[in-house]
């Protein structure tokens, strides 16, 4: 198995701070948008703060690279995804197993934080669902998209 390099390690750093960046950004739209649909914001913008992991670890492909490109934002989750396929597989399985266990483990977190154990069942379902899709959305199609482009412009080797 192939260790990280420097070279590695600062293009994770790269992804972090790009994504920072753009987290900082969703502020600008999370407060418009929680005034108009509540706690269904956070859902669905939740794919896209995740999505550093899945992109970094997708890209360089080597074990620990979600959790240290999330820095550890996602609660490993992104990096679970790609752990129970053995680190075999870098496409739509582990990219969507990631965005199924990146949803598990931050709800389980956030239902407490967040107060979504007061609510009814229903709300509580939908409100997972949503995060669910947006972490599809974000974690596993657009990481994948994105992946590709890099394969195409010759800035990564295929899987």
């Not at 992804?15 to 600008?28: E, P």
């Not at 005034?35 to 080597?62: S, Y």
């Not at 965005?99 to 939908?126: D, N, R």
Request: one cysteine or more.
């Amino acid at each position: 198995m192939k260790h990280l390099t420097l070279k590695d390690i600062i293009f994770i750093m790269l992804i972090a701070l790009i994504f920072g960046a753009l987290f900082v950004g969703t502020d600008v739209i999370y407060a418009p948008l929680y005034l108009v649909i509540g706690p269904f914001a956070n859902e669905v913008l939740f794919g896209f703060w995740i999505m550093a992991g899945p992109l970094a670890i997708a890209i360089l492909r080597l074990p620990g690279t979600a959790v240290i490109g999330e820095v550890l934002a996602a609660v490993a989750g992104s990096e679970l995804g790609f752990l129970t396929l053995h680190y075999k597989n870098w496409g739509w399985p582990a990219l969507i197993s990631s965005a199924f266990w990146v949803t598990v483990v931050s709800f389980a977190y956030e239902i407490f934080k967040q107060g979504y154990i007061h609510l009814a069942l229903p709300m509580i379902l939908a409100l997972f669902c949503t995060r669910l899709v947006s972490d599809l959305l974000f974690g596993a199609v657009l990481v994948h998209y994105v992946v590709r482009l890099l394969v195409r412009a010759h800035a990564i080797q295929p899987a």
